[in-house]
Structures are given as C-alpha cells and as structure tokens.
T-cell receptor
Framework: GQQVMQIPQYQHVQEGEDFTTYCNSS?????IQWYKQRPGGHPVFLIQ?????EVKKQKRLTFQFGEAKKNSSLHITATQTTDVGTYFC??????????FGSGTRLQVQP | EAQVTQNPRYLITVTGKKLTVTCSQN?????MSWYRQDPGLGLRQIYY???????DKGDVPEGYKVSRKEKRNFPLILESPSPNQTSLYFC???????????FGSGTRLTVV
C-alpha cells in the first residue's frame, strides 16, 4: 500500500496568504520529488531534494527535506491565483518505483 | 520537442473489450511508468519499466499488462476491461532514478 502520506488534502486560501503542504513517509527516502498538477492537466516536475536537511527555493516556493529523510514540506509565500492546483510529493520507498503521496489541492481566492 | 505522447486522450469502451493505450517518449529515457489517478487517491502506480524487457508490478497491477520491446514505447494493455478501471491514466518517463518524471497528457478511460 501507499507509504507516502500528504496533509492537508485540501486548502483554500485568500490570495496573498501563505500555504504549506507536508509529506511524511514511513520509511527513509533516498530522495523526494515535488510535482504540480494544474486543474485538467498533468503532473509537472518541480524539484528534487536529496540531502538530509536540504532546503531549496524557487521564487516564492521553499522546499525542505527533513533531517531523517522521512518528511518534506513545500511552502508557498504570498500565494497567487496561478498557484492553484494539486501538489504531490513522491519518493523512492525502497522499491525501485516512484511512489506518490495523495496530494494537496490548493485553491486560491482572488 | 521532448515529450511523452499518449494515445488516445479519451476512450469510452464496453466491459470485456480488449484495449491498448499507447505511450511513447522521445528522450531516450530508461525508466517508464504507468499511473492511474482517481479522486482522493492520488497517483497510484500500475507498472513500471527500468529498461527494455524489464518490467515490474506497481501497487495496482491487477487487470493490466505492459510490454517494453523498444526503449521509446511502453503500451498499457487491458485484456478485459471492467468498470472499476474507469480512471485517468498517465504515462511517465525519466532518464534515471535520480531525475524527475516527464508525464504525458493523460488518457481518460471510461468502461461501461
């Protein structure tokens, strides 16, 4: 079964508010990847984190990989309507295939 | 343009009628995968392949078959589709385990 969990499932924010989604694995991950899927679209790769405690930024997006390499977070500062979509984390949980979390759907109210 | 191409985009079929969803990538990627996406369940892996003639089951392989005879192609076969296979299907490919996946545009399958 799925070993990568994401919370929350859904979040509705006002434009300009911050947003954070959390990803937790029951096993140590060799790396963690984040994807964004716009409504009606397909998942698009955003970034990969590999090192314990790693932090990466892409403009208003900040990605963190936990010290134990079992959890990760994506934080968006000052959301915009273009941030609307579902954000997925994904990791290799020991198997050779990439396992996706259940996703967090973000809705941004203008 | 580097891409993963899936066909068809939409398909309505009847229970029991064999069908194939094609997937092709032009990036010389080693890894290819099939996922299905259902509301509230995220992306669940059906099958994946690490190279030609090397395939393995994902989390939900029942009712599906795949083959990887050429590096660029990874078709998904439903020998006897059933209504519970109604879903949105994505094919994806990656150069290796340390890189992100490129996804196709998806195939929305309805089995009646």
């Amino acid at each position: 079964g799925q070993q990568v969990m994401q919370i929350p499932q859904y979040q509705h924010v006002q434009e300009g508010e911050d947003f954070t989604t959390y990803c937790n694995s029951s096993t140590t991950l060799s790396n963690i990847q984040w994807y964004k899927q716009r409504p009606g679209g397909h998942p698009v790769f955003l970034i990969q984190l590999v090192k314990s405690g790693e932090v990466k930024k892409q403009k208003r997006l900040t990605f963190q990989f936990g010290e134990a390499k079992k959890n990760s977070s994506l934080h968006i500062t000052a959301t915009q309507t273009t941030d609307v979509g579902t954000y997925f984390c994904a990791g290799y949980t020991g198997r050779r295939a990439l396992t996706f979390g259940s996703g967090t759907r973000l809705q941004v109210q203008p | 343009e580097a891409q993963v191409t899936q066909n068809p985009r939409y398909l309505i079929t009847v229970t029991g009628k064999k069908l194939t969803v094609t997937c092709s990538q032009n990036m010389n990627h080693e890894y290819m995968s099939w996922y299905r996406q259902d509301p509230g369940l995220g992306l669940r892996q059906i099958y994946y392949s690490m190279n030609v003639e090397v395939t393995d089951k994902g989390d939900v392989p029942e009712g599906y078959k795949v083959s990887r005879k050429e590096k660029r192609n990874f078709p998904l076969i439903l020998e006897s589709p059933s209504p519970n296979q109604t879903s949105l299907y994505f094919c994806a490919s990656s150069l290796d385990r340390g890189r992100g996946y490129t996804f196709g545009s998806g195939t929305r399958l309805t089995v009646v």
